[in-house]
T-cell receptor
Framework: GENVEQHPSTLSVQEGDSAVIKCTYS??????FPWYKQELGKRPQLIID?????GEKKDQRIAVTLNKTAKHFSLHITETQPEDSAVYFC????????????FGTGTRLLVSP | ETGVTQTPRHLVMGMTNKKSLKCEQH?????MYWYKQSAKKPLELMFV???????ENNSVPSRFSPECPNSSHLFLHLHTLQPEDSALYLC????????????FGPGTRLTVT
């Protein structure tokens, strides 16, 4: 089955810096890669996603890149702000008729003012 | 609120108790999911229901018993749990199979004593 690895487990940056979180997946049939943000004590929320027919997607300060050959994808946050502090999860799934997401272990991002 | 609600938000139960977790979605989705979130582990998919039929059971112990009476409601019945079952149990729903964003509920924090 699918296995998703995520690095780093913790990431500390200064406000205004960029942050990059990387994930690798094992199943070459996976074609959907969402990123979720979970603030302390709150539910995970989708922040951006990408499908395998696209190499990069941007939404304001957030971008995701996908390298299908290497089977890895990354989340890029520019101009980080303290409110970006949270745990970020990557996930992967394939269109098998239902959306069975396999999640990474999460990255705790701390943005210091 | 995202439209997915869960009750109770916190639950403490003994190993011999029987309790149920409830999830309700108000988004008109046709798939619902149960996840387990433990400290330092990735989100683990437990069950998937599509159009009220269970389509996936990720080898979950029989002490967890799901029920989906209609497309808006999902239950997780618990009995004779173990301390290692203590975790945050998250419900999610999606608009369609194979591609819609999963919306999460706030979770039930379960402690087994």
């Amino acid at each position: 089955g699918e296995n998703v690895e995520q690095h780093p487990s913790t990431l500390s940056v200064q406000e205004g810096d960029s942050a990059v979180i990387k994930c690798t997946y094992s199943d070459s049939a996976s074609n959907y890669f969402p990123w979720y943000k979970q603030e302390l004590g709150k539910r995970p929320q989708l922040i951006i996603d990408i499908r395998s027919n696209v190499g990069e997607k941007k939404d304001q300060r957030i971008a995701v890149t996908l390298n299908k050959t290497a089977k890895h994808f990354s989340l890029h946050i520019t101009e980080t702000q303290p409110e970006d502090s949270a745990v970020y999860f990557c996930a992967a799934s394939k269109d098998t008729g239902f959306q069975k997401l396999v999640f990474g272990t999460g990255t705790r991002l701390l943005v210091s003012p | 609120e995202t439209g997915v609600t869960q009750t109770p938000r916190h639950l403490v139960m003994g190993m011999t108790n029987k309790k149920s977790l409830k999830c309700e979605q108000h988004l008109g989705h046709n798939a619902m999911y149960w996840y387990k979130q433990s400290a330092k582990k990735p989100l683990e998919l437990m069950f998937v229901y599509s159009l009220e039929e269970r389509v996936e059971n990720n080898s979950v112990p029989s002490r967890f018993s799901p029920e989906c009476p209609n497309s808006s409601h999902l239950f997780l019945h618990l009995h004779t749990l173990q301390p290692e079952d203590s975790a945050l149990y998250l419900c999610a729903s999606s608009q369609k199979l194979g591609g819609g964003e999963q919306y999460f509920g706030p979770g039930t924090r379960l402690t087994v004593t």
